[in-house]
């Protein structure tokens, strides 16, 4: 069965700020999925990356990063000096063959970025 | 422009009465899904439909039921049977069936309060 823990129920940092999101799966799946979405006020959830189990290369884009290691089953996200529109609720998901990929979701991190 | 379209975005009921949630797509999504979201958890799979006029429960479907005749159409109804449906429903689509390895993408969401 799949599951991910995102251990951090809040973090609340200052603004320009470097902040970790911690990420941590569960699968007996080889071949799976894990993505980050956030979720301002609004409501509605937001695509942010998706990676396949194959593809252990970090991924940099703007301010994110991403760090996967298959070793220690991790996929942490990274907000390089944050900003206040940075203000969310971000989550983690995997989804995997033996599970019709359908995602399984963390609790989610709320991030709150004062100025 | 394509998207995925909730409404109504607040929803107010009374106690014994049906609701039905509307959600639509135009991306030309084969699969669509309805998450339940409460404050501090993560997302909770109620139903998905991975093809026309085909949908399987998901890991708390009493209570809610859905239909799928259209492509585009995956109205969610919650029932009087639904013991706490005060929550925030999100919908979501992805292009691939039931062999998508694809990304969801979501809808803007409704909130549903019982008076």
């Known amino acids: 069965a799949q599951k991910v823990t995102q251990a951090q129920t809040e973090i609340s940092v200052v603004e320009k700020e470097d902040v970790t999101l911690d990420c941590v799966y569960e699968t007996r799946d080889t071949t799976y999925y894990l993505f980050w979405y956030k979720q301002p006020p609004s409501g509605e959830l937001v695509f942010l990356i998706r990676?396949?189990?194959?593809?252990?290369q970090n991924e940099i884009s703007g301010r994110y990063s991403w760090n996967f290691q298959k070793s220690t089953s991790s996929f942490n996200f990274t907000i390089t000096a944050s900003q206040v529109v940075d203000s969310a609720v971000y989550f983690c998901a995997l989804s995997e063959r033996g599970g019709s990929y359908i995602p399984t979701f963390g609790r989610g991190t709320s991030l709150i970025v004062h100025p | 422009d394509g998207g995925i379209t909730q409404s109504p975005k607040y929803l107010f009921r009374k106690e014994g009465q049906n609701v039905t949630l509307s959600c639509e797509q135009n991306l030309n999504h084969d699969a669509m899904y309805w998450y339940r979201q409460d404050p501090g958890q993560g997302l909770r799979l109620i139903y998905y439909?991975?093809?026309?006029?085909?949908?399987q429960k998901g890991d708390i479907a009493e209570g809610y039921s859905v239909s799928r005749e259209k492509k585009e159409s995956f109205p969610l109804t919650v029932t009087s049977a639904q013991k706490n449906p005060t929550a925030f429903y999100l919908c979501?689509?992805?292009?691939?069936?039931?062999?998508?390895?694809?990304?969801?993408?979501f809808g803007p969401g409704t909130r549903l309060t019982v008076l």
């Open positions: 439909s991975q093809i026309v006029n085909d949908f």
């Open positions: 979501a689509s992805r292009l691939g069936g039931s062999a998508g390895t694809d990304t969801q993408y």
């Open positions: 990676r396949n189990s194959f593809d252990e």
